[in-house]
């Protein structure tokens, strides 16, 4: 006579009552569920990951190009002006500077009307 050496698990193959493959559909759907609303979320999470390193080069390359150029941009305000000869002057509020001088485009030359 042959002698039990080990016991193993196996995974067989059971067919199901009505009732179970009822159960089992549930669950499929729980879990489709579970796997969409993941998704979602990583998704999510990339995206805010992504805007976190968009936000990361853009001070890396302003960095650089301060560096690079040995000048610093910054916002001021400044006053537009459209004179008689159809040209744009942008003007520094602050101390006067003529910062941009150009024609006109045609959609501000209609604003005069």
């Known amino acids: 006579m042959a002698r039990v050496i080990k016991t193993v698990t196996r995974k067989v193959s059971v067919p ?14 729980k879990a489709f569920g579970a796997v969409m609303a993941e998704k979602e979320n990583q998704k999510q999470v990339k995206s805010e990951l992504k805007a976190a390193m968009d936000t990361l080069n853009e001070a890396h390359y302003n960095a650089w190009r301060t560096c690079t150029t040995g000048v610093k941009e910054i916002e001021v305000p400044v006053e537009v002006f459209l004179s008689d000869d159809e040209m744009v002057k942008e003007v520094r509020t602050d101390t006067g500077e003529v910062v941009l001088e150009r024609q006109a485009y045609p959609d501000e030359l209609q604003d005069r009307f």
């Open 16 to 29: 199901l009552s009505p009732e179970e493959l009822q159960e089992a559909g549930n669950d499929l759907a």
